[in-house]
C-alpha cells in the first residue's frame, strides 16, 4: 500500500538543494552541496547531504491525519468524549476487569512493554502495539486484520482472548447506564429497547463456532434487531476511534531538524546529533531501511515476510496477513461493509488488494511505522527482540531460519560497522514526538465534553 505518495508531497516544498541558493549560514561546497561550517559551540551536523538524502528527509517528514471519511463521527467533540470514556470503561469486557487501556497504557505510550500481551487471564500470541499514530494507518493490527480504526475498535471487545464480550451485552451497558444511554443517544440514534426479553443477556455471531451459546443467542434474534445492536457496536467503535485520533505523537526532533534543513536554522539542524544524522544517511542509503519504512509515517504498510524465527513463547503458526485477509472478508465493521459511511472507500480498497489471499502472504506482516519506536520495546509481531539494538543486529547478519517460507529480496546482510549500528539506533530514537495531551492518559469524569 503506498498511500503517501511522494512526489505529491514534494510538490510546492522548496528543496535546500544544490541548484537552488543555499540555507542561510551555509555555502555551497566543491561537490555541489551546501555545508555548514564547523562551529565549534554547537553539536549541528555538517550539511553535506545529497540530492537524494533531501529528498527522503523531506518525505519522511511528518504530515497531518488523513480524514476517516468511512467514520462520520471521527472528528466529533462529542464522539471523542464518549469515546474517551470508552477507552477507560471495563464494562466492555465480560469479566469487568479489562479496558483498553489494560493493554493500552497511556503511560507506556499506550501498550504494555511485554513481549506479547498476556492479562493474566488469556495470552494473545502477539505483542500489543501501540494505539499512537492508529488514525495514521490504512492497515490495522500485525496481520492487517482490519481496514479502519473503527474497523480494530470493535475487534477486541469481542475478541475471546481481549475483551471476551459481546454486542449484545456492550447494548445492554450502554443502554441500562443512564448517563451512556444519554450521550449515545444525544450522538447517534435511538437504543434498541434492551429492556425487552427479547435481547438475550448475551450474544454475537460467531463464524467459526455456531453453536456456542453466544452464537445461539444470536441467531434467535430478527433480522432488524440483529442489525439495531450491531449498529451499536458499530457507533461505539466509531466513538472510541474518534478518542483515538486524538492520540497522536508526531513532531520529533527529525522533523525539526528536516526543517533545519529547509530554512538553515542552526537551533533546528542542532536536533538531530551527529551520530543521527549519520544513521538517517545509512537509513534511506546503504542501509535499505527507507525502502519499507518511508513516508511520513515511516512505512508502506506493506505485508512483508522478514524472515524471523520461532520463539518459544509464540505460536509456531501465524499466517499473518494470510489470515488477516481471509478476517477481513468476514469483517462486519470493514470499510466496504453495512456500517460504513462511505463503502466506496472499502470497494476501492478491495480492488486495491483483492479478495483472496495468495500463498506468498503466508507469514508476512505489516510494517510497523518507526515513529516513537523508542518508546515501544519489545519489538516484531510477537516481540522477538528487546531492545533496537537488537533489532539493527537482525537486519544486519539475518541469520534466523525464516519460520515460512522466503525472506523478502530486499532484506540482504548488511556491511555495516558497529558504529554504524549505533547511529542507525541514535536516529530511530529522535523519532519520539510530543506526546498527546496529558488529560487523554486518564479516565474522563462523564462520558459527556465539557
Ligand atoms: C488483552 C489486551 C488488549 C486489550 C484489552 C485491547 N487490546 Fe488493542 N491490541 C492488543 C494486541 C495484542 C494487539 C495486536 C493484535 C494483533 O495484531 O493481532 C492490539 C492491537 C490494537 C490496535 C492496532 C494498532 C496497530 O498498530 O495496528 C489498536 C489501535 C488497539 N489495539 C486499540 C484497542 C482498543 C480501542 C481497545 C479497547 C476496545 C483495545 N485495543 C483492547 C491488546 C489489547
Ligand atoms: C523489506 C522491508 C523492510 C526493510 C528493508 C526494513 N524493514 Fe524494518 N520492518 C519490516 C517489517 C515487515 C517489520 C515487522 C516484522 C514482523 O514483526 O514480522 C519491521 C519491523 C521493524 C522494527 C520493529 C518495530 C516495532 O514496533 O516492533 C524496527 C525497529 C525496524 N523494522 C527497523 C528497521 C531498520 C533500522 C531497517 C534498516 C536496517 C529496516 N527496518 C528495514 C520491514 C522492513
Redesign the pocket.
Known amino acids: 500500500m503506498h498511500r503517501h505518495i511522494p512526489s505529491l508531497l514534494l510538490g510546492g516544498i522548496t528543496l535546500a538543494a544544490c541548484q537552488r541558493p543555499c540555507p542561510a549560514g551555509s555555502t555551497l561546497g566543491p561537490t555541489g552541496l551546501c555545508a555548514l561550517p564547523p562551529t565549534a559551540d554547537t553539536n549541528a551536523a555538517p550539511l553535506d547531504l545529497t540530492q537524494r538524502e533531501l529528498d527522503a528527509a523531506l518525505e519522511l517528514r511528518a504530515q497531518g491525519i488523513p480524514d476517516s471519511p468511512t467514520n462520520a463521527f471521527a472528528d466529533n467533540t462529542d464522539a471523542i468524549a464518549l469515546g474517551h470514556w470508552l477507552f477507560y470503561d471495563a464494562r466492555l469486557s465480560r469479566s469487568g476487569l479489562f479496558r483498553c487501556a489494560s493493554c493500552h497504557d497511556p503511560h507506556q505510550d499506550f501498550q504494555d512493554g511485554k513481549r506479547v500481551s498476556d492479562d493474566g487471564e488469556s495470552l494473545v500470541h502477539r ?1 500489543t ?2 494505539a499512537t499514530n492508529g488514525p495514521l494507518y490504512q492497515w490495522l493490527y ?1 496481520g492487517g486484520r482490519c481496514d479502519s480504526l473503527w474497523c480494530q475498535a470493535a475487534n477486541p471487545i469481542e475478541n475471546d482472548l481481549e475483551m471476551n464480550s459481546t454486542r449484545l451485552e456492550v447494548a445492554h451497558v450502554v443502554h441500562d447506564d443512564p448517563s451512556l444511554a444519554d450521550a449515545y443517544e444525544a450522538l447517534f440514534e435511538p437504543l434498541p429497547d434492551m429492556s425487552d426479553p427479547r435481547f438475550p443477556a448475551t450474544g454475537r455471531p460467531d463464524r467459526k463456532a455456531p453453536n456456542t451459546e453466544d452464537a445461539r443467542n444470536w441467531a434467535t434474534l430478527s433480522q432488524s434487531d440483529q442489525d439495531s445492536v450491531s449498529g451499536v457496536l458499530a457507533n461505539v467503535a466509531k466513538a472510541l476511534a474518534a478518542y483515538e485520533r486524538q492520540l497522536v505523537r508526531l513532531e520529533a526532533p527529525f522533523d525539526t531538524w528536516v526543517d533545519g534543513l529547509q530554512d538553515g536554522d542552526p537551533d533546528k539542524l542542532a536536533a538531530l546529533s551527529p551520530s543521527a544524522v549519520r544513521g538517517f544517511s ?2 534511506v542509503g546503504d ?7 518511508g513516508g511520513p509515517l515511516f ?1 508502506y504498510e ?5 524472515g ?1 524465527g520461532p520463539r518459544a513463547w509464540l505460536l509456531t503458526e501465524d499466517t ?1 496477513r494470510w489470515d488477516g485477509l481471509v478476517e477481513l472478508m468476514y469483517e462486519d465493521f470493514s470499510t466496504f461493509g453495512p456500517w460504513s459511511d462511505d463503502p466506496t472507500v472499502g470497494d476501492a480498497l478491495l480492488a486495491e488488494v483483492g479478495t483472496e489471499p495468495t500463498p506468498e502472504q503466508v ?8 515513529r516513537n ?1 523508542a518508546l ?10 528487546e531492545t ?1 539494538e537488537e ?2 543486529q537482525f ?2 547478519f539475518l541469520d534466523e531460519e525464516p519460520l515460512y517460507g522466503a525472506r ?4 540482504q546482510p ?1 556491511d ?1 560497522s558497529p558504529r554504524d549500528a549505533s547511529d ?2 541514535a ?2 530514537e529522535s523519532l519520539t514526538g510530543a506526546p498527546p495531551d496529558e488529560s487523554l492518559f486518564d479516565p474522563p469524569e462523564s462520558p459527556w465534553a465539557d
Open positions: 505483542n502495539p501501540t500485525w545509512l537509513f542501509a535499505g531501511c527507507v525502502q519499507c519504512h512505512t506493506e505485508h512483508i515476510n522478514t524471523l499473518g507469514g508476512t506482516f505489516r510494517t510497523p511505522s518507526l519506536v515501544s520495546a519489545p519489538y516484531m509481531h510477537g516481540g522477538h527482540f533496537l533489532v539493527v537486519y544486519i523478502d529480496d530486499r532484506l548488511l555495516l542507525l539506533v536516529f530511530l
